[in-house]
T-cell receptor
Framework: NAGVTQTPKFRVLKTGQSMTLLCAQD?????MYWYRQDPGMGLRLIHY???????AKGEVPDGYNVSRLKKQNFLLGLESAAPSQTSVYFC?????????????FGPGTRLTVT | EDQVTQSPEALRLQEGESSSLNCSYT??????LFWYRQDPGKGPEFLFT???AGEEKEKERLKATLTKKESFLHITAPKPEDSATYLC????????????FGTGTRLQVFP
């Protein structure tokens, strides 16, 4: 039981390049989330999903797209990376709506955009 | 606007020196308040959920309490392994799919 895993752990992109971050969970959770964490700011929600095939915008969705084609996977895409997207990205999952069930977080992906 | 403020930003304690971390919040109807621990280079790890004023929860040397405006995380006789960043988050009644996080308190416990 690996919990929540994220790929890759580190990545450096040039401005304008694209990439996809993969999140996988083996707990059969319905809800999945993508957050970014920046110094001096709390974790901010980018996008989330309440089940397979669904996605919804969070607090800071601009510049990102997501897909949840399979229940266990949640992909975060950057179509044209910008230096402002340099951050640590965390994926999380929960059995159902947060509050009723706790969120489990992955180890993070450190992204640098130059 | 829903908001969470944590203080202090950083706290240095001697091993065995008890203290408290504060999380004050402004939210339109509190559904739940959450405490997480985050070690360097890792994702947050869930500690507690509190739902109503007056509620308390304990885990080892940690005790979380909740009032109508703030929550405290009390650390009794801390050990160096308690060193971490402690995050507070709230869930608003009007938007129960997501959490609003504070910026955290970085705790260092020295032997």
């Amino acid at each position: 039981n690996a919990g929540v895993t994220q790929t890759p752990k580190f990545r450096v992109l040039k401005t304008g390049q694209s990439m996809t971050l993969l999140c996988a969970q083996d707990m059969n959770h319905e809800y999945m989330y993508w957050y970014r964490q920046d110094p001096g700011m709390g974790l901010r929600l980018i996008h989330y999903s309440v089940g397979e095939g669904t996605t919804a915008k969070g607090e800071v969705p601009d510049g990102y797209n997501v897909s949840r084609l399979k229940k266990q996977n949640f992909l975060l895409g950057l179509e044209s990376a910008a230096p402002s997207q340099t951050s640590v990205y965390f994926c999380a999952s929960s059995r159902d709506r947060v509050g009723s069930y706790e969120q489990y977080f992955g180890p993070g992906t450190r992204l640098t955009v130059t | 606007e829903d908001q969470v403020t944590q203080s202090p930003e950083a706290l240095r304690l001697q091993e065995g020196e008890s203290s408290s971390l504060n999380c004050s919040y402004t939210v339109s109807g509190l559904r739940g308040l959450f405490w997480y621990r985050q070690d360097p280079g890792k994702g947050p790890e869930f500690l507690f959920t509190l739902y109503s004023a007056g509620e308390e929860k304990e885990k080892e040397r940690l005790k979380a309490t909740l009032t109508k405006k703030e929550s405290f995380l009390h650390i009794t006789a801390p050990k160096p392994e308690d060193s971490a960043t402690y995050l507070c988050a709230v869930q608003a009644a009007g938007n129960t799919d997501k959490l609003i996080f504070g910026t955290g308190t970085r705790l260092q416990v020295f032997p």
